[in-house]
């Protein structure tokens, strides 16, 4: 199979390069009519790679030196070369294009009586940007760019990324996904640690995505996905890393931005911030802000059906819900260069998200036949909530020596206050829609304050030219105190509900190490790595005294192989052993009502789930990526939705089961059709086993093939015009006991630059067509349980950008926070 995709890629490629050259040919032709065919110069060479392997089908273009008008076009061939020969006296620039890699200009070159011919040096492609000959060249990166060890999202001049926040954008990922509750995992697999500039972010699911929903996408650099991370990683997140890299001006003199956008669904939403940074020889200072406001609808329809021995009860619930949010963050910070070798820094950062749901009403249809109304609950269910995070960073980076011997320090501090107000009212009523009975009034006050604190020291120490190094230590405290306050509303008065009120402390304690050695060979490269854990966890339900110590040693191995075939194969090969620590709110055995008869509640009992995961890579030509996965998880963490048939209530809660099985293959394939017009698409098929001995008094085993598509296209119409088209198809699917029906969109976006770029304007259309809705049944024989979600998914936005100040010369280093996973396991709503 992969011989004939082989003969069938070979021929598309030798009729692209066929029509190319004749496309070439005619260009030539229209534009050397001032030229003579008995000119004798000729400008050669070769181009290389970022390995220094020969790269084939480089477009190379000459061009006139005095106005850049284009003279003769060309390809490389298999090794690497070209030539353009009969060239009359005059001066040329040579260009060099692939997608992926910076452009590069060479010359001018002048071709006279004295000199005809010019062997140019070979020209190394890289995809970073380069000063060459006094001019800075900057290439537009590519929206998808596949690199040896991750997925990079170039979302910074993204226009589908304009006026959407880190969670939507992630949406738009290649293999990752989003459930309703923000939820992120990839590869079908859950359990991803999301880092901000490679710092762990130590929230839970729910507060981390509430962070992500604070985060304007116009702050956003890049977004890199990491499957199988290495030993100097935290080794949580067993389904690999998504790290979130904020912009960063590193620009001498003073410079900055301004947005401002606005869209449109079924309500309005609007968004604006700016940025300013100041650099000079021996400090950089840089500071940003970004506000958004959003008003959506949320609607929710769950069909059940209660069996018990003796009789059936049918529940019909339909909830609509529209919310008001508003939400700033914002980061400022100081990088002081004490000499060439040595840097220290300050950073804070933090955001703050509040709002309500104040219209939201329940309607509860309750019969003994289908379609039949027995009875009813009608309920409105205002609530609201503020949640503040803030974090502060001092860092410090030295260079031991010219060798490329570097040591780093990171310590954080990191304070995440929540309050939450949810109010219940109830009014039940008969067959007649009559009141019959009074209403059942409650209300739940949920107050959190998470405390962390976290250090690291990383030492990077090259033994020669091929054999590097690394070690590291690391250390973090995390403090939740969480309360749960239930009081009823009887006699006109507000009473506590002592019984169902609750009140629970975690404290954690990591202590870590870590060793990568990276040896390269010739066509090969050998990393082997081992971090090492030792946990020590309390958790305290204060009302009951119920204590959990917790004390946990465990290895972590890592092995990473390289091997470039030849200048068109490389394969690779990836092993990891991970663990997920529960979230610290699933730890809480709290009760969380989204109506009457349906709420959420937590485990005190979660064990920590262990993964052992290993891929298999090839890459052909660096333009068709393939990766073949497995991995197996003990005390899969999965969140399971389970009828009680004694309350004839649904509720969700997660559980450890026995084991999952996860098979995956992905296949990836960024392409130029054209020059203005190149492609990314991403394919993963994958096949999740979950089993268990003992589920609600049975054995569960349950499992699907399901794949995930994405596709984006990007088309320039113009130096200052660029559209772009961005399609997801989500199979159906099970994951743990839920069984997820499919979910697509498609999300248009066209940007126009103005005034040397500027100004920026961007128009863009999200869930174009309104297509997603979120859709799940059991994948358990005896629940019967329909969910069906939808969201304002479909917004219209118009953003506009300026830049100012001074664009010189770069060059800053990276900011890297010691604190993250723990982050991630603090939960926050909205």
Same mark, same amino acid.
């Given at each position: 199979?992969?011989?004939?995709?082989?003969?069938?890629?070979?021929?598309?490629?030798?009729?692209?390069?066929?029509?190319?050259?004749?496309?070439?040919?005619?260009?030539?032709?229209?534009?050397?009519?001032?030229?003579?065919?008995?000119?004798?110069? @000729?400008?050669?060479?070769?181009?290389?790679? &970022?390995?220094?392997?020969?790269?084939?089908?480089?477009?190379?273009?000459?061009?006139?030196?005095?106005? !850049?008008?284009?003279?003769?076009?060309?390809?490389?061939?298999?090794?690497?070369?070209?030539?353009?020969?009969?060239?009359?006296?005059?001066?040329?620039?040579?260009?060099?294009?692939?997608?992926?890699?910076?452009?590069?200009?060479?010359? $001018?070159?002048?071709?006279?009586?004295?000199?005809?011919?010019?062997?140019?040096?070979?020209? &190394?492609?890289?995809?970073?940007?380069?000063?060459?000959?006094?001019?800075?060249?900057?290439?537009? @990166?590519?929206?998808? &760019?596949?690199?040896?060890?991750?997925?990079?999202?170039?979302?910074?001049?993204?226009?589908?990324?304009?006026?959407?926040?880190?969670?939507?954008?992630?949406?738009?990922?290649?293999?990752?996904?989003?459930?309703?509750?923000?939820?992120?995992?990839?590869?079908?697999?859950?359990?991803?640690?999301?880092?901000?500039?490679?710092?762990?972010?130590?929230?839970?699911?729910?507060?981390?995505?509430?962070?992500?929903?604070?985060?304007?996408?116009?702050?956003?650099?890049?977004?890199?996905?990491?499957?199988?991370?290495?030993?100097?990683?935290?080794?949580?997140?067993?389904?690999?890393?998504?790290?979130?890299?904020?912009?960063?001006?590193?620009?001498?003199?003073?410079?900055?931005?301004?947005?401002?956008?606005?869209?449109?669904?079924?309500?309005?939403?609007?968004?604006?911030?700016?940025?300013?940074?100041?650099?000079?020889?021996?400090?950089?200072?840089?500071?940003?802000?970004?506000?958004?406001?959003?008003?959506?609808?949320?609607?929710?329809?769950?069909?059940?059906?209660?069996?018990?021995?003796?009789?059936?009860?049918?529940?019909?619930?339909?909830?609509?819900?529209?919310?008001?949010?508003?939400? /700033?963050?914002?980061?400022?910070?100081?990088?002081?260069?004490?000499?060439?070798?040595?840097?220290?820094?300050?950073?804070?950062?933090?955001?703050?998200?509040?709002?309500?749901?104040?219209?939201?009403?329940?309607?509860?249809?309750?019969?003994?036949?289908?379609?039949?109304?027995?009875?009813?609950?009608?309920? /409105?269910? $205002?609530?609201?909530?503020? /949640?503040?995070?803030?974090?502060?960073?001092?860092?410090?980076?030295?260079?031991?020596?010219?060798?490329?011997?570097?040591?780093?320090?990171?310590?954080?501090?990191?304070?995440?206050?929540?309050?939450?107000?949810?109010?219940?009212?109830?009014?039940?009523?008969?067959?007649?829609?009559?009141?019959?009975?009074?209403?059942?009034?409650?209300?739940?006050?949920?107050?959190?304050?998470?405390?962390?604190?976290?250090?690291?020291?990383?030492?990077?120490?090259?033994?020669?030219?091929?054999?590097?190094?690394?070690?590291?230590?690391?250390?973090?405290?995390?403090?939740?105190?969480?309360?749960?306050?239930?009081?009823?509303?009887?006699?006109?008065?507000?009473?506590?509900?002592?019984?169902?009120?609750?009140?629970?402390?975690?404290?954690?304690?990591?202590?870590?190490?870590?060793?990568?050695?990276?040896?390269?060979?010739?066509?090969?490269?050998?990393?082997?790595?081992?971090?090492?854990?030792?946990?020590?966890?309390?958790?305290?339900?204060?009302?009951?005294? @119920?204590?959990?110590?917790?004390?946990?040693?465990?290895?972590?191995?890592?092995?990473?192989?390289?091997?470039?075939?030849?200048?068109?194969?490389?394969?690779?090969?990836?092993?990891?052993?991970?663990?997920?620590?529960?979230?610290?709110?699933?730890?809480?055995?709290?009760?969380?009502?989204?109506?009457?008869?349906?709420?959420?509640?937590?485990?005190?009992?979660?064990?920590?789930?262990?993964?052992?995961?290993?891929?298999?890579?090839?890459?052909?030509?660096?333009?068709?990526?393939?990766?073949?996965?497995?991995?197996?998880?003990?005390?899969?963490?999965?969140?399971?939705?389970?009828?009680?048939?004694?309350?004839?209530?649904?509720?969700?809660?997660?559980?450890?089961?026995? &084991?999952?099985?996860?098979?995956?293959?992905?296949?990836?394939? $960024?392409?130029?059709?054209?020059?203005?017009?190149?492609?990314?698409?991403?394919?993963?098929?994958?096949?999740?086993?979950?089993?268990?001995?003992?589920?609600?008094?049975? $054995?569960?085993?349950?499992?699907?093939?399901?794949?995930?598509?994405?596709?984006?296209?990007?088309?320039?119409?113009?130096?200052?015009?660029?559209?772009?088209?961005?399609?997801?198809?989500?199979?159906?699917?099970?994951?743990?006991?839920?069984?997820?029906?499919?979910?697509?969109?498609?999300?248009?976006?066209?940007?126009?630059?103005?005034?040397?770029?500027?100004? !920026?304007?961007?128009?863009?259309?999200?869930?174009?067509?309104?297509?997603?809705?979120?859709?799940?049944?059991?994948?358990?024989?005896?629940?019967? /349980?329909?969910?069906?979600? @939808?969201?304002?998914?479909?917004?219209?936005?118009?953003?506009?950008?300026?830049?100012?100040?001074?664009?010189?010369?770069?060059?800053?280093?990276?900011?890297?926070?010691?604190?993250?996973?723990?982050?991630?396991?603090?939960?926050?709503?909205?």
């Amino acid at each position: 199979m992969r011989h004939l995709k082989d003969i069938s890629f070979n021929k598309m490629k030798s009729l692209t390069t066929s029509i190319l050259a004749c496309m070439i040919s005619l260009l030539t032709f229209f534009t050397t009519n001032a030229q003579t065919s008995n000119g004798e110069g @000729k400008l050669s060479g070769k181009v290389l790679d &970022e390995k220094h392997i020969n790269q084939s089908y480089v477009s190379v273009s000459l061009l006139a030196a005095k106005d !850049s008008t284009l003279i003769k076009g060309s390809i490389t061939d298999d090794n690497g070369s070209y030539s353009f020969e009969r060239l009359p006296e005059g001066k040329y620039l040579v260009a060099f294009n692939m997608m992926g890699y910076t452009r590069v200009f060479k010359g $001018p070159y002048a071709i006279n009586a004295t000199r005809k011919t010019y062997n140019i040096d070979n020209v &190394e492609l890289a995809p970073t940007s380069k000063q060459l000959n006094s001019v800075n060249i900057v290439a537009r @990166k590519p929206l998808v &760019e596949r690199q040896i060890d991750k997925t990079v999202l170039n979302v910074e001049n993204s226009v589908l990324a304009a006026g959407n926040t880190a969670l939507e954008i992630l949406e738009k990922a290649p293999g990752v996904s989003v459930d309703k509750d923000g939820n992120v995992s990839l590869r079908g697999k859950t359990g991803v640690t999301v880092m901000l500039d490679g710092k762990p972010t130590y929230l839970s699911s729910e507060q981390l995505a509430n962070l992500l929903r604070s985060t304007e996408g116009n702050a956003i650099q890049s977004i890199e996905l990491i499957t199988n991370p290495s030993a100097k990683y935290d080794a949580a997140g067993n389904s690999g890393i998504i790290n979130i890299k904020l912009k960063k001006n590193r620009n001498y003199g003073t410079n900055g931005s301004v947005t401002a956008g606005a869209g449109y669904g079924r309500y309005y939403k609007a968004n604006g911030g700016f940025s300013l940074n100041h650099r000079e020889k021996k400090f950089n200072a840089f500071g940003e802000f970004n506000y958004g406001k959003n008003k959506r609808f949320h609607d929710l329809n769950i069909d059940r059906v209660n069996n018990t021995t003796t009789d059936q009860t049918f529940f019909r619930q339909t909830s609509t819900q529209v919310g008001l949010r508003d939400n /700033y963050n914002y980061k400022t910070g100081i990088d002081y260069f004490i000499n060439d070798k040595n840097t220290i820094g300050f950073a804070v950062n933090g955001y703050r998200a509040s709002g309500n749901n104040n219209d939201t009403k329940v309607l509860t249809l309750i019969g003994s036949q289908p379609l039949k109304t027995d009875s009813s609950v009608l309920a /409105y269910n $205002p609530s609201q909530y503020k /949640y503040t995070g803030i974090t502060y960073n001092m860092n410090y980076k030295g260079t031991i020596d010219t060798t490329g011997q570097e040591i780093s320090a990171d310590a954080d501090y990191s304070r995440y206050r929540g309050f939450q107000n949810n109010e219940y009212d109830n009014t039940y009523l008969d067959a007649k829609g009559q009141p019959s009975k009074a209403p059942y009034i409650f209300r739940n006050r949920t107050p959190s304050l998470v405390k962390i604190l976290a250090a690291k020291v990383d030492y990077t120490l090259p033994i020669n030219k091929k054999t590097k190094l690394e070690t590291g230590l690391k250390s973090s405290k995390v403090n939740t105190d969480n309360v749960s306050d239930f009081e009823n509303f009887l006699n006109n008065n507000w009473q506590s509900d002592i019984p169902r009120s609750d009140h629970f402390i975690y404290d954690e304690n990591i202590n870590a190490g870590y060793v990568n050695l990276n040896r390269e060979f010739t066509g090969l490269t050998v990393q082997l790595g081992l971090r090492a854990e030792q946990t020590n966890s309390k958790g305290n339900s204060v009302p009951s005294q @119920k204590i959990s110590n917790r004390h946990y040693f465990d290895l972590f191995p890592s092995v990473f192989v390289n091997r470039v075939l030849s200048k068109n194969h490389e394969v690779g090969f990836s092993y990891s052993r991970r663990i997920d620590r529960p979230d610290y709110e699933d730890l809480n055995p709290f009760i969380h009502f989204v109506d009457l008869y349906s709420y959420s509640v937590g485990n005190p009992f979660l064990n920590p789930q262990y993964t052992n995961s290993f891929e298999v890579s090839y890459s052909y030509k660096k333009t068709i990526n393939a990766t073949l996965g497995y991995s197996h998880t003990n005390n899969a963490i999965s969140r399971v939705l389970i009828s009680d048939t004694l309350k004839k209530t649904l509720f969700i809660s997660s559980q450890n089961l026995a &084991e999952k099985k996860s098979y995956s293959l992905n296949i990836n394939s $960024p392409l130029t059709l054209f020059k203005w017009w190149t492609t990314n698409n991403n394919l993963t098929v994958f096949y999740n086993e979950f089993s268990t001995p003992n589920l609600l008094g049975m $054995p569960y085993k349950g499992g699907k093939t399901a794949f995930n598509f994405n596709s984006n296209q990007t088309i320039t119409l113009n130096g200052t015009t660029n559209f772009e088209l961005s399609g997801f198809y989500r199979s159906p699917q099970v994951d743990g006991t839920l069984s997820v029906k499919p979910i697509y969109g498609i999300d248009l976006g066209v940007s126009k630059s103005f005034m040397e770029k500027k100004l !920026s304007i961007k128009l863009a259309a999200n869930d174009v067509f309104n297509l997603q809705k979120f859709r799940i049944t059991s994948a358990l024989p005896s629940q019967n /349980y329909s969910v069906n979600e @939808k969201g304002e998914s479909q917004v219209f936005r118009l953003t506009c950008s300026y830049r100012f100040g001074s664009s010189s010369i770069k060059g800053a280093r990276q900011r890297s926070k010691g604190s993250s996973e723990e982050e991630n396991r603090v939960k926050s709503g909205g």
